[in-house]
């Protein structure tokens, strides 16, 4: 394991990738854990043959950070129950799915308003939008906003997805981006997002897969 310093600290390099520094706990889908080092590079572009670290690739395929025209706005809507309030931003969605199996009275994209917070109780909406690992949806209960958890600082490489941040390590962002969640987001490795650095889905789109070095075991 690398040294750790006061914070982790993630960078999206400028057309370039994630530069983490300080991160002492990197795992892939499964819990096992990769090596880490005090500085590392995690691909963005999608091509890195040697993922999830980068190997240059994203110079070779012309890599983009932009965002791009057209994508779903970053903007809070809210829909008030009895004892909860769900906050809900499309355009941070990773599309995880988390809320739509475990609570499908609650969430329905069928429906309009796809969100119900009276069809369950407080307690089992709580504990499904806590398992929203993009930050899109949160909470108000009792006056008090739920945003954030007790975690400690690690990022979690979905096979075929993004990368699941949580703990809250400092997020520097040069085109000034900001999580909508302080303690923990969605990152795009596929290449493919709309949002970058943010994960929109784009994965399932172009059916991204992959195969990642081997974790120590």
């Not at 370039?16 to 590392?40: A, I, Y």
């Not at 969100?115 to 006056?143: K, M, Q």
């Not at 007790?150 to 040069?174: H, K, L, S």
């Not at 992959?210 to 120590?216: D, M």
Request: proline residues 7%; aromatic residues 6%.
């Amino acid at each position: 394991m690398g040294k750790s310093i006061e914070k982790p600290r993630i960078e999206p390099l400028q057309n370039g990738p994630l530069k983490v520094t300080g991160l002492n706990k990197l795992v892939d889908s499964e819990g096992n854990e990769f090596s880490c080092k005090e500085q590392m590079l995690l691909c963005r572009c999608g091509r890195s043959s040697h993922k999830p670290f980068c190997d240059g690739s994203h110079t070779r395929v012309g890599f983009q950070d932009s965002k791009i025209e057209g994508r779903m706005p970053d903007r809070v809507r809210s829909y008030e129950g009895k004892d909860i309030t769900i906050h809900d931003n499309r355009g941070v969605c990773s599309h995880a799915e988390h809320c739509i199996r475990e609570l499908p009275q609650v969430f329905d994209r069928s429906r309009h308003p796809w969100i119900d917070a009276n069809a369950a109780s407080a307690d089992d909406i709580a504990r499904t939008v806590e398992h929203c690992p993009s930050g899109a949806l949160s909470y108000t209960r009792n006056g008090v906003l739920h945003k954030n958890l007790p975690r400690n600082p690690a990022i979690e490489v979905q096979r075929g997805g993004p990368y699941n941040v949580v703990g809250g390590p400092e997020f520097v962002d040069p085109r000034g981006c900001v999580p909508e969640s302080e303690e923990h987001c969605t990152l795009c490795r596929c290449g493919a997002s709309r949002n970058k650095p943010f994960c929109d889905g784009s994965h399932w789109l172009i059916e991204f897969d992959t195969v990642e070095s081997e974790p120590e075991r």
